[in-house]
């Protein structure tokens, strides 16, 4: 993969974005960390300048388009046209459809669909100008499976999966690529916070179910966000690869 392409990760600061992250970092890209933890965001990022690696964060709330413009007028004026995005910002939470209540509703599909809409959008100006450019969101089993007490949430990661193909299928003669990751089940903080709060069932009982009997981590998602970003990646667009260990086939 070619290095000193600037990359942007939303979410970029803990779990599967922070995973991301530094694996870009660390091959040697130019990468901007957008993040609301403000904590995880200092103290991650200094941690990848301490190896040398050139970091750029900023505090954004992806479903203000604001914030999105004015970070990215500060990752071109720091770091350079912008070259791939991985649109990985979300929220997850557990309520029965009956429960859902309208503002419920709106809120996740503000960050886990429009937060992407803004994510991409604003970046590809950079990517059609350059004739290159790799897009990829992060969306969920979750949309292809179904999931019980998560309607919202499947429902949002769903219109990642469909506004995906439909971008592949737009920009793919500007030199572009647009696919997407569904992770099943991952190690990572939000994941943690579920099971604390006894809405998510503990890893272990979970990997038995998975024909590869573990979770995923945010290095293997990041693994293959490296191959979708890459060169050799350049004929493959619109395509939804699954990183589950197996938990969903189809």
């Not at 600061?13 to 660390?26: E, H, K, N, T, Y």
């Not at 019980?148 to 429902?155: E, G, L, V």
């Not at 179910?209 to 990041?222: E, F, K, L, M, S």
Request: net charge negative; proline share 4%.
């Amino acid at each position: 993969m070619t290095a000193n392409r600037v990359v942007v990760v939303t979410g970029g600061a803990s779990g599967i974005g922070l995973g991301v992250s530094q694996m870009f970092a660390r091959k040697g890209h130019p990468v901007a960390m957008l993040d609301v933890q403000d904590e995880a965001l200092e103290r991650e990022s200094a941690a990848l300048r301490q190896e040398g690696a050139t970091v750029l964060a900023r505090r954004v709330d992806v479903t203000d388009r604001d914030q999105i413009d004015a970070a990215y007028a500060d990752i071109r004026r720091e770091l350079g046209p912008i070259a791939i995005v991985v649109a990985n910002a979300g929220i997850s939470e557990s309520i029965r459809f009956l429960d859902v209540s309208a503002a419920t509703w709106q809120r996740m599909i503000d960050i886990n669909l429009t937060g992407v809409f803004n994510t991409v959008q604003a970046a590809l100006a950079d990517m059609t100008e350059a004739g290159w450019g790799r897009v990829i969101t992060i969306s969920s089993q979750a949309a292809q499976s179904g999931a019980a007490d998560r309607a919202h949430y499947a429902a949002a990661k769903g219109g990642v999966i469909g506004l995906t193909r439909a971008l592949a299928r737009e920009f793919a003669a500007n030199g572009i690529t647009v696919n997407t990751i569904p992770p099943s089940v991952v190690a990572t903080p939000m994941a943690e916070r579920g099971i604390a709060a006894g809405t998510f069932p503990p890893l272990e009982v979970i990997s038995q179910h998975i024909p590869i009997p573990r979770p995923g981590t945010p290095a293997d998602i990041a693994a293959a966000c490296e191959y979708l970003a890459s060169d050799g990646a350049s004929y493959v667009t619109g395509q939804v690869l699954g990183v589950n260990g197996g938990m969903f086939i189809g």
